[in-house]
């Protein structure tokens, strides 16, 4: 199932790329809303799956529902606190949203928890802006 969602969020994020036309775009968001539907579905039927409400709080994040997203961040944060992608789109939001602290707090979970280098390197950057600030 996540596979398929995946290819399917895949293959939308194509089409819109290649040529983003208003009905293309239009066309892509109703799909994009299909799957954020689908996973709201599967989230109730495996409510301990993270990588489902990942996959939620990325597809709200490119529909520009920010609240939702959020949400569906700090849920895969609360049963996996450990989950740097989370607190690294969570450190975004905030940030979005003036939060500061809770930006800091989220970039700084990020860099512990975080394995790639180049996640790391991103949280260092995160926190020494807004530290600045």
């Known amino acids: 199932m996540k596979f398929i969602l995946l290819l399917l969020l895949l293959a939308v994020t194509?089409?819109?790329a290649a040529s983003?036309?208003?009905?293309?775009?239009?066309?892509?968001?109703?799909?994009?809303?299909?799957?954020?539907?689908?996973l709201e579905e599967n989230i109730k039927l495996e409510p301990e799956k993270v990588d489902?409400?990942?996959?939620?709080?990325?597809?709200?994040?490119?529909?520009?529902?920010?609240?939702?997203a959020q949400k569906a961040f700090e849920n895969a944060v609360r049963?996996?606190?450990k989950n740097a992608?989370?607190?690294?789109?969570?450190?975004?939001?905030?940030?979005?949203?003036g939060l500061k602290n809770?930006?800091?707090?989220?970039?700084?979970?990020c860099l512990d928890n975080a394995v790639k280098k180049?996640?790391?390197?991103?949280?260092?950057k995160h926190l020494h802006f807004l530290r600045a600030q």
């Open 14 to 16: 194509f089409a819109v």
């Open 20 to 38: 983003p036309n208003a009905d293309e775009l239009a066309e892509a968001r109703q799909e994009m809303q299909k799957i954020a539907a689908n």
């Open 52 to 68: 489902l409400y990942v996959q939620l709080g990325f597809i709200y994040s490119k529909l520009d529902k920010i609240d939702e």
């Open 79 to 81: 049963l996996d606190p």
């Open 85 to 97: 992608k989370s607190h690294f789109m969570l450190g975004l939001i905030y940030e979005k949203k």
């Open 102 to 109: 809770k930006a800091i707090a989220a970039w700084q979970s």
């Open 118 to 124: 180049k996640t790391r390197k991103i949280a260092i």
